[in-house]
Every structure is written in C-alpha cells, then in structure tokens.
C-alpha cells in the first residue's frame, strides 16, 4: 500500500515586440530598424497548479490473483471552484491461471488481465472569466479590447476513461510467448472552442462538450529458439 502527494505548478511569461511595417533597412535586423513607429511590446503571464493526493492498496492470494486498486483527487487552479477537485478510480485484476495448473513444459506461463482506469485534465489557463488585452494607447487615451474567445465559468474538467482486457501465454519454457489486448477509450466533456455568431461579440466559445471513443487490439509475439 501507499500513499503520496504531488503538487504541479506552472509559470510563463514573455515580452514580445516587432516591427512595424517591416525593416526599414533589410538585413538589419533590429527593433530600431522599424519603418514606422514601434507598438508597445506584448506581455503574458500566466500561472497554473494542479494540486493532487493519491493511494493505492495491491493484494495477492496464493500466488495467483492480483488486485490492484487506486484513487486519485486532484483539485485544478484553472477551472471554477464549484467545479475544481474530481477523483479519478483505477482497478486492475490479474490472474496468473497457470499457477493453478499441473506443471507442463508445453505450457510455461499464463495471465488474464482485467483493467478500469479514470484521469482527467484542466482547462486552458485563463479561460474561466473574460479579461481585456490592453493596446498601444491612442492620443494619450487607454486602449483595451476584448478577446474573440468567450470564456466560460462553468467548465468542468475532461475525463477519460479507459477499460482493457488481455491475454499473456508463454510457452516451451519462455521459448515462444504471445500477448493480446483488447481496450476501449472514452474522453468525456472536452474542453473545446466552439464557434458562435459573431453578432455575440464573439467567435468562439469554450465548452465542455463530445465523446471520443478510441478502441482497439494488440498483438504481440515472441520466439527465442535458443534460450
């Protein structure tokens, strides 16, 4: 068993300046160089934290079934208090059927595996409440604008959930072996910009919206014919 905690924490922050209409000399290439009058430099910060605590507990009987269980909370600076802290479950279930069986060299090894698994992910930062982006000011006068994203309060965050199923046989004393799994994925409640009317004020709109579905199978072999 265990028990732990990790805290993630993210910080960016740029300046960034062109020139306007281009160099006035080329190949030179500097600020100064500017044809026309520099705009004021853009500046980001940003700041995110992703604060989580996790256990997990493993069981073994009698050398053959192998329960694995997990809980993981993690609480996301980027979406909405109301929204903010979620738990994601995992659980897995091994059994090593060949344990139970006569001792063969034809057959040398065997597993059935059994899996669940939950995890999640946050919103984009800066994505919950509309800001204003200030501009270069116009005749002594403050400029700002609004962002042709519309934010959005209410975001919860993306969940995937994944549910897998495998085989494992090993054969002639590891000599030849195969595995095959069978899985499935669902991401739940993207976080995704979908496009409004511009008669909003807006292009676009974040969201939590879609189900995506991966699934698939593997299928893996190996032969060592000297061992």
Do not use: C
């Amino acid at each position: 068993a265990l028990v732990g905690t990790n805290i993630r924490k993210n910080t960016i922050s740029s300046i960034r300046a062109t020139t306007n209409g281009g160099l006035s000399v080329p190949g030179v290439y500097a600020l100064s160089n500017s044809k026309n009058a520099l705009n004021a430099p853009s500046e980001s910060y940003s700041q995110s934290e992703v604060d989580g605590v996790f256990g997990k507990v493993g069981l073994v009987y009698d050398n053959w079934i192998i329960l694995d269980g997990t809980a993981r909370r993690d609480v996301f600076s980027t979406l909405p208090k109301a929204n903010n802290a979620y738990y994601y479950p995992a659980a897995s279930l091994g059994l090593i059927f060949t344990e139970k069986l006569a001792k063969s060299d034809l057959v040398t090894f065997g597993k059935l595996r059994f899996n669940y698994a939950e995890v999640g992910n946050g919103a984009p930062v800066l994505s919950l409440y509309d800001t204003y982006t200030l501009q270069p000011a116009f005749n002594g006068q403050t400029v700002a604008s609004n962002s042709t994203n519309k934010n959005n309060p209410d975001l919860k965050p993306e969940r995937t959930k994944s549910l897998e199923a495998g085989l494992e046989m090993r054969f002639l004393k590891n000599r030849l072996g195969f595995d095959v799994t069978v899985y499935k994925m669902n991401t739940v409640d993207q976080i995704l910009l979908a496009s409004v009317s511009r008669a909003t004020g807006f292009n676009n709109k974040y969201i939590n919206a879609g189900d995506v579905e991966n699934k698939g199978v593997e299928v893996s072999m190996f032969i060592r014919p000297i061992h």
